[in-house]
Nanobody, 118 residues
Framework: QVQLVESGGGLVQPGGSLRLSCAAS????????MGWYRQAPGKQRELVAF???????DYADSVKDRFTISRIDAKNTVYLQMNSLNTEDTAVYFC????????????WGQGNQVTVSS
């Protein structure tokens, strides 16, 4: 059973920064893709950013040039550096780890609240 443990959320003022971390444990099989999603109140969960084990990266348009995703495969850990935060970034952020080849899996972290408010 893969477990994803997240940390780093909290309250920050507009224009501030936060860094989220997510560590996957319970498997020796590296995820193909690790990513971050978020869900704001009353809205659907949306993809924020992902990084593959080949180094491919993509971002939602709303966070490009402000957020940076990175990954350390040796630790099965993914980070999300969030800069220039604004109130629209307020949401619960979820880490995700997927593997498409045997053994396949698709796991979620517990969610981490990020609140941007003055």
């Amino acid at each position: 059973q893969v477990q994803l443990v997240e940390s780093g959320g909290g309250l920050v003022q507009p224009g501030g920064s936060l860094r989220l971390s997510c560590a996957a444990s319970g498997t020796r099989f590296t995820p193909d893709v690790m990513g971050w999603y978020r869900q704001a109140p009353g809205k659907q969960r949306e993809l924020v950013a992902f990084v593959t084990n080949g180094g491919a990266i993509d971002y939602a348009d709303s966070v490009k040039d402000r957020f940076t995703i990175s990954r350390i495969d040796a630790k099965n850990t993914v980070y999300l550096q969030m800069n220039s935060l604004n109130t629209e970034d307020t949401a619960v952020y979820f880490c995700n780890a997927k593997r498409a080849i045997t053994p396949t899996y698709d796991y979620w972290g517990q969610g981490n609240q990020v609140t941007v408010s003055s």
